[in-house]
C-alpha cells in the first residue's frame, strides 16, 4: 500500500534522476538531495522538471477538467467512451481525470525548487531569482487549477522527500489556498520573474504570474484587483499585443502552436503572435511519443473523436454569421469537428504524433476577462470598447451599452463571447463555474444542476489510501 499512498502525496524528487518510476515503492530521489542541488544546471533541471510534470497532468485533463463538462462540445463516437462519461455528466471516482496525482507531483516539484534554489550558486542574482519565480508561479497554477476541479484540496508547501505520516492531510479551504497560496505565490513570482531575459512563451513569464493573479482575482469577486492586474499587463507590445487580423488569427493556432523547439533558451522569444502568454508545449524529441498532444487525436476520425462542437455553440456562431465560425469547426462525418488547430485535413498517421501546444492564457482571454470585470464595476462602454476588439477581428458589430437592461445580460454577452473566442482553450467550463452559471447553462443538456455537481469527483484510490479525505458531498450522496 505504501507506493500508492507516496502517489498520493506526490514525493516527486525520484524524477530527478530520470529513470525512476513514481510506482516505485522507495519514496525518495534516487540522487539525494545534497548532491543534487548544488549547481546552476541543477536549479535549471529542476524548474525543466515542473514543467515536465505540468504537460504529463494537462495533456489529458486539459480537455477533461476545462472542455468536456461545458456546452462547447457533444459527444464524439462511440469508442471514446471515457470521455463521453465526462460530456455526459456521468463522472464517477474511478474515472481518470478525477485523480489529482500528477498536480501534485506539479506541486512537490515546485516545493524542491522553493526550498532549494536560494542555496544554490548561480550565474547571477537575477537568474537564481527568475528560476524560483517560476517555481513559485507554478505551484500557484497547480494549486489553481486543483482547486477549480476539486475545491477544498490537501495543502503542501514544503517537499515530501521521504516517508512519514505527514502525507495524511485533510483538504483545506480552498479560499485560503486561493487567498493565501495562490495570489501570494504569484506575487512573489510577479518580484522574481526577469522581465528582460525571460521572453519564453513556453514557461511562465511575469505576464504569465499576472493572468493566474487576474485569473484568481476574478474567481474571488475582486474585480477591481483583476481589472488593475490586467492592465499592467498592457504596458510592453513587445511581449503582449492583440492580434487584429483574423488570417493570422487562425495561422496562430495552426503554425504558431506547432512543432516548436524545446525551451532551453528562455532569452528567445520562439513566437512572432504576442498574443499567447503561456502555453504547455509538446515536443517528441524532448519527452518521447508519450508526451505528444490530443489536439488532433482527441477530435478528428469519426471512429474515435472525443467530442464535436455541440448545437449550441454552433448556433451562436452561425446567427452572427461569425468568421470564426469556418475557421474553428468543419462538417465531417455526421459531426462538426473542432479545427480550431488544424490547417486542413488530417491523417490518422499525423494525428497521433502531433506536437501543438495548448494555449493556457493569451491576450484575448484576459481582454474579455478584463472587459468582464470592468461589467461588474459598472463600466459598461469601457467593457464593451474590449469586447469590441475580438468581435470586430471576428467581423460582428458591438451593441451600444444601453443595449442592455441589466449587469447580467451584460455579462452574458461577454461571457458568450468568451465561448466563441475561446473554443478549445480548456476555459469555458470554468466560465460557468466561476460566474455560477453552470446550472442554467448545463442543467437541460446533461443534467448537471444539483448543487455540488460542479466539483469532480475525489478518486476513490486517494480516499483509500488517505483517511483524512472525504469525498465531495454530491458524489458521497450519490454513493450512498
Known amino acids: ?145 486543483a482547486v477549480r476541479v476539486w475545491g477544498d484540496v490537501p495543502l503542501f508547501v514544503e517537499p515530501n522527500e521521504a516517508y512519514s505520516d505527514a502525507i495524511y492531510r485533510e483538504r483545506t479551504d480552498c479560499d485560503y489556498i486561493l487567498r493565501e497560496i495562490i495570489l501570494e505565490d504569484a506575487k512573489k513570482a510577479e518580484g522574481l520573474l526577469d522581465r528582460t531575459k525571460n521572453k519564453e512563451r513556453k514557461r511562465i513569464s511575469v505576464y504569465g504570474a499576472w493572468a493566474i493573479m487576474a485569473d484568481a482575482y476574478m474567481w474571488l469577486g475582486e474585480y477591481s484587483l483583476a481589472d488593475q492586474t490586467i492592465q499592467k499587463m498592457k504596458n510592453d507590445a513587445s511581449f503582449m499585443a492583440f492580434e487584429p487580423s483574423i488570417d493570422t488569427w487562425k495561422k496562430m493556432f495552426t503554425e504558431e502552436l506547432n512543432g516548436k523547439a524545446s525551451d532551453n533558451t528562455p532569452e528567445n522569444d520562439d513566437y512572432s503572435t504576442k498574443e499567447f502568454i503561456f502555453v504547455i508545449h509538446f515536443n517528441m524529441d524532448e519527452v518521447g511519443t508519450n508526451g505528444f498532444s490530443y489536439m488532433y487525436q482527441w477530435f478528428t476520425g469519426s471512429g474515435n473523436r472525443a467530442g464535436v462542437v455541440s448545437e449550441t455553440l454552433r448556433n451562436k456562431f452561425e446567427q452572427d454569421r461569425d468568421l470564426r465560425f469556418p475557421l474553428v469547426a468543419k462538417e465531417y462525418q455526421a459531426g462538426w469537428e473542432m479545427r480550431k488547430y488544424i490547417a486542413g485535413d488530417i491523417s490518422s498517421t499525423l494525428n497521433k504524433t502531433c506536437q501543438v501546444a495548448y494555449p493556457v ?71 460557468l463555474v466561476r460566474t455560477g452559471r453552470w446550472k442554467t447553462v448545463m442543467g437541460p443538456i446533461n443534467g448537471c444542476s444539483t448543487e455540488g455537481n460542479e466539483l469532480f469527483p475525489v478518486h476513490y484510490s486517494h480516499l483509500d489510501q488517505n483517511k483524512a479525505l472525504k469525498q465531495n458531498a454530491y458524489y458521497a450522496q450519490t454513493q450512498e
Not at 12 to 35: K, R
Not at 72 to 88: E, F, H, K, T
Not at 106 to 120: E, F, H, R, S
Open 361 to 431: 492564457y493569451r491576450y484575448s482571454d484576459m481582454l474579455l476577462l478584463q472587459a468582464e470585470a470592468l461589467a461588474r464595476l459598472s463600466k459598461w462602454e469601457e467593457a464593451l470598447d474590449l469586447v469590441k476588439l475580438v468581435r470586430t477581428r471576428a467581423g460582428l458589430d458591438t451593441p451600444q451599452a444601453d443595449s442592455f437592461a441589466t449587469e447580467d445580460e451584460l455579462i452574458d454577452f461577454i461571457l458568450d463571447e468568451r465561448q466563441r473566442e475561446l473554443l478549445g482553450e480548456g476555459r469555458r467550463w470554468f466560465d
Open 1 to 145: 500500500m505504501k507506493k500508492h499512498i507516496v502517489i498520493l502525496a506526490a514525493v516527486l524528487s525520484a524524477s530527478l534522476a530520470g529513470c525512476g518510476s513514481f510506482l516505485d515503492e522507495q519514496p525518495v530521489s534516487e540522487v539525494p538531495a545534497g548532491n543534487m542541488w548544488k549547481t546552476s544546471r541543477d536549479a535549471k533541471a529542476g524548474v525543466n522538471q515542473i514543467y515536465g510534470f505540468f504537460r504529463t497532468a494537462m495533456r489529458e485533463n486539459y480537455f477533461y477538467w476545462g472542455e468536456f463538462r461545458s456546452d462547447n462540445l457533444a459527444p464524439g463516437a462511440s469508442s471514446a467512451a471515457d470521455q463521453q462519461r465526462v460530456i455526459d455528466n456521468q463522472l464517477t471516482t474511478d474515472h481518470r481525470c478525477t485523480r489529482w496525482t500528477d498536480l501534485y507531483k506539479v506541486i512537490n516539484q515546485a516545493n524542491l525548487c522553493i526550498k532549494y534554489i536560494p542555496g544554490i550558486d548561480t550565474p547571477s542574482v537575477a537568474e537564481r531569482d527568475d528560476l524560483l519565480g517560476q517555481a513559485y508561479a507554478m505551484r500557484a497554477l497547480a494549486y489553481f487549477y
